[in-house]
């Protein structure tokens, strides 16, 4: 099977920084479009969070390298930084976990603009080394309205070993999701909650 558009970690050209300060700031203020069709692909790029992208690549140290249209599957390349270390020379589970979330929802994020993390369930097969050659592969399993559900793995580069595996589900939000949060943050701090 062929996968699409290979791309590496640092292969941060233009047109991916462009549509990163596109994806990461404008969506908030303006839309960019609800996406209706499903397994309609809406886009190919590296996406990075927010904090991420003046530095221009994932803290937690993944990257996304090529989407398999047909398969409709997404394979990242993955190192834990050793300040994820937990055990020793293994991966804290807090890091496995944003991995996981990582992987999963760039690959929701291929069909539908703005989603967030509703649940996630993750099953820690083996240690995760840190420093070593991960690979990460997600699907999505389905759309049910504003849910989409996701499953994803992290597996060791040299084996292909599933270390650990994880599903997830994925609301789709509208543009005005963080701003409704800032409101209610605003108003917590004013009322202590108590209105
Ligand atoms: C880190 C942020 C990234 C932002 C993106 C920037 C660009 C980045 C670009 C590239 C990044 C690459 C990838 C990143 C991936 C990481 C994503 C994350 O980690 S997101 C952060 C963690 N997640 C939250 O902070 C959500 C907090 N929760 C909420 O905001 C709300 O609870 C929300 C939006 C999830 C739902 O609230 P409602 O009011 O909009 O909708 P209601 O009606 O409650 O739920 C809709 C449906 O979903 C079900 N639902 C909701 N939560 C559920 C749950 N936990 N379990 C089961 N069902 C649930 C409900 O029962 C309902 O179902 P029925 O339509 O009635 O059938």
Redesign the pocket.
């Known amino acids: 099977m062929t996968l699409a558009s290979p791309r590496t970690k640092n292969n941060h050209n233009c047109l991916f920084t462009e549509r990163?300060i596109l994806?990461?700031c404008a969506?908030y203020k303006e839309s960019i479009g609800v996406e209706a069709a499903w397994r309609t692909r809406i886009r190919d790029g590296?996406?990075?969070?927010?904090e991420c992208v003046p530095r221009g690549a994932?803290k937690f140290g993944v990257s996304v390298l090529a989407f398999d249209d047909a398969a409709q599957h997404m394979r990242s390349t993955i190192l834990c930084p050793a300040a994820y270390e937990g055990g020793p020379g293994v991966a804290h589970g807090g890091w496995v976990c944003?991995a996981l979330?990582?992987?999963?929802?760039?690959t929701?994020?291929e069909y539908h603009a703005?989603?967030?993390?509703?649940?996630?369930s993750v099953d820690f097969r083996l240690p995760v080394p840190v420093g070593e050659a991960l690979t990460g592969h997600a699907w999505i399993d389905a759309l049910?309205?504003?849910?989409v559900r996701a499953t994803g793995e992290l597996r060791l580069a040299a084996s292909d070993a599933v270390l650990a595996r994880a599903t997830g589900?994925?609301?789709i939000?509208?543009p005005a999701?963080?701003v409704r949060?800032a409101d209610w943050l605003a108003q917590q701090k004013v009322t202590g909650g108590t209105a």
Do not use: S, W
């Not at 590296?46 to 927010?50: A, E, G």
């Not at 979330?101 to 760039?106: F, K, S, T």
């Not at 703005?114 to 996630?120: I, K």
């Open positions: 990163r994806l990461c969506p590296d996406r990075l969070c927010t994932c944003a979330d990582e992987v999963l929802g760039q929701v994020m703005r989603v967030v993390t509703a649940n996630l049910d309205g504003r849910k589900l994925f609301i939000i509208d999701h963080y949060h």
